[in-house]
């Protein structure tokens, strides 16, 4: 889905992820993607890395993730450097993922999901490239860019309201729903959660549609 919000309203969703943050209102958010002069592309893998303008020295991402990996709904960077990975959510089941991997494919994500996991001290046996693998291999990239000693941060926005998505209609519908997966990947309080941020939208305040640019249902999508 494209988050045309940075587009149409670049400051207002810049106040929501500062202030969820706790960032400094001097801290600019430059939005690099999804943009309307660049035909609203979203980007993945290198791609993602040369648009941010950043490079992965310690631990390449070839060495971490295989082609084809996570493909963000936005990126942007701030004046100070500060990176910003953004996954958006219309509706509840979107949050339910599994990874459609195969062989050496499979083997690094695994690898990479395990390291992720011991270092948020996991001790669940839940499988995490199943049930919740899309935000678990979010957070397993942002893992990446901090093992790098990138100021990165991931912002997950859930739109609520959107009728036409049969979305939920309150923002606690929403945190039920977080709180189940946190508790399914075993992360209620990880290291990482200084970086993390959740923002909540109600459609209702953009009666413009196209300002949101909401596609359609992934149910039971496969995310590399």
């Known amino acids: 889905m494209d988050l045309n919000l940075v587009n149409a309203e670049p400051e207002l969703f810049n106040s929501h992820l500062l202030e969820e ?16 002069i660049d035909d609203y592309a979203e980007y993945s893998d ?8 950043v490079s992965l020295e310690k631990k390449p991402l070839a060495d971490f993730w295989p082609k084809k990996g996570p493909q963000w709904d936005a990126l942007g960077k701030s004046n100070h450097g500060k990176l910003f990975l953004v996954e958006a959510k219309s509706h509840i089941g ?8 195969k062989g050496n494919s499979l083997n690094k994500i695994l690898q990479s999901l395990s390291e992720t996991k011991n270092f948020l001290n996991s001790t669940v046996h839940s499988d995490w490239a199943r049930g919740f693998y899309q ?19 991931l912002v997950f926005v859930h739109f609520f309201n ?17 709180e189940l997966l946190h508790t399914y990947l075993g992360i209620r309080r ?4 200084k970086y993390i941020a959740d923002v909540f939208i109600d459609v209702n ?8 640019d909401l596609r359609g249902p992934t149910y039971g999508s496969v995310f590399k």
């Open 205 to 212: 305040l953009y009666p413009d549609r196209s300002m949101l």
């Open 190 to 193: 990880h290291k990482l959660q």
């Open 94 to 101: 979107e949050l339910s993922s599994f990874t459609g991997a």
């Open 46 to 53: 290198q791609d993602c890395l040369d648009r941010l303008g």
């Open 21 to 36: 943050l706790n960032l400094p209102k001097s801290e600019h958010v430059c939005w690099l993607s999804p943009l309307k």
């Open 135 to 153: 935000y678990a291999n979010r957070l397993a990239h942002l893992h990446l860019f901090r093992q790098n000693d990138l100021p990165a941060y």
């Open 162 to 178: 959107d009728a036409e998505m049969n979305g939920p209609a309150t923002i606690d519908a929403w945190k039920g729903a977080i």
